[in-house]
């Protein structure tokens, strides 16, 4: 499970609109499950906000990125929004620009799924990359970004 043969254009959003992270989620979440990753909203984001009251998916950088496991993925998917800011939670000190919401079946175990998880982590690390998705003037540059293997490790 590659991260690359995840990312699909109908599952990014380079104008996602959100107020907050509730937002985000809901919006990101939607889009999973109009390409049949998830069957249930509601069960995916209940999901999500479970392993978000563990503690923020946040990670700096302007970046979070909301994970879970649930019976409501039928198969792997992420859904993607790139944002002019807002506030993901009282802990983070800085605007969320990029939203990766990563949905995962629960019968994929738990280390391909964090594998796919710091695969995501390690790229958005780079300024660089960070600074090329915010400057992507489309879905297409958004996508050939993200799937450029300069971001990746040699065993991606």
Known sequence: MQLK????SKLVNINLIA?????????????????GAVTSVNEFTEAV?????????????????????SSSVIKPGIAIGRSHG????????SPINLVFLLAVPEIIESPKYMGILASIAR?????EFRKSLMEAK??????????DGKFYLANQ
Do not use: C
């Open 5 to 8: 043969n995840l990312v699909k």
């Open 19 to 35: 107020g907050n992270k509730d937002d985000a989620i809901n919006q990101l979440a939607l889009l999973l499950e109009q390409s």
């Open 49 to 69: 906000y479970e392993r978000e009251a563990l503690t923020t998916t946040a990670i700096g950088f302007g970046v979070a990125i909301p994970h879970a496991r």
């Open 86 to 93: 807002f506030y993901w939670d009282q802990e983070t000190d």
């Open 123 to 127: 790229m958005l690390v780079h300024e």
């Open 138 to 147: 489309d879905i297409d540059e958004f996508i050939s970004i993200i799937s």
